[in-house]
């Protein structure tokens, strides 16, 4: 007889590092300028990090120059016909860049940086967000394998004892695992706009920048010849 089985498992951890997502933007009419307005506006960001003690770099996952326009709908009449014509104006340049950083979970700091760092106008932006994750998975992963290896084998007992064979004669054959899974359930601080008011803002940030609990599933699929 050969009994087949799905067994998974899964365990809750908090995480224990954050990744700081921080959008750099200038804009200009020259493209010169607004690359050299990124440049400062990452230089005022580096400097914050650096005089709170923190020595990791930043990565830059993109940057982008483009040129930014304004599009009007113009009313044309022409023998008594009413119609639309779109005309473009050149405004300027975006310059935008991505960068992040790694580092164990500080949730005062994340606070700190988004009140003193966060802008937002025509000209400049500097938008924060921040989530959580597990720096080493792996470390839970083997407990959690076996865990379902544990369910299966269970399963496959409750199967084969119902059928009228005892515990003894069940035997693992085969243990099909091919994935694992993770869930992070760890909310993200969205971008905080200018127009929040200073005072309030750690207040509005401190009831939503807790990290929440990551889940970490395994299944495993096992055949036992009894």
């Not at 010169?32 to 005022?44: C, F, H, I, P, S």
Request: charged content about 30%.
């Amino acid at each position: 007889m050969v009994i087949k089985v799905k067994a998974s498992a899964e365990e809750k951890i908090m995480p224990d590092y954050m990744r700081i997502n921080i959008t750099l933007i200038k804009h200009a009419r020259d493209k010169e300028d607004a690359m050299t307005g990124v440049l400062k506006l990452y230089n005022e960001v580096e400097k914050y990090f650096k005089d709170k003690g923190i020595s990791s770099s930043f990565s830059s996952s993109s940057y982008t120059v483009s040129k930014d326009y304004d599009i009007k709908k113009i009313e044309v009449v022409k023998d008594g016909v009413k119609t639309y014509r779109e005309d473009k104006y050149f405004l300027g340049y975006n310059c935008t860049q991505h960068i992040f950083l790694e580092i164990p979970i500080d949730v005062t700091l994340v606070i700190d940086a988004i009140d003193k760092l966060v802008k937002g106008n025509d000209k400049e932006q500097i938008l924060i967000n921040a989530g959580y994750f597990l720096k080493d998975k792996a470390l839970f992963q083997d407990n959690i394998i076996k865990s379902a290896l544990n369910r299966a084998r269970q399963k496959a007992i409750v199967i084969a004892e119902a059928s009228g064979i005892s515990e003894e004669k069940v035997n693992l054959s085969v243990v099909d695992y091919t994935y694992n899974e993770y869930n992070s359930n760890s909310r993200f601080i969205g971008s905080l706009e200018s127009s929040v008011r200073k005072s309030s803002l750690a207040e509005d940030i401190g009831r939503t920048i807790k990290p929440q609990e990551i889940t970490l599933s395994e299944s495993v699929y096992t055949e036992w010849v009894c």
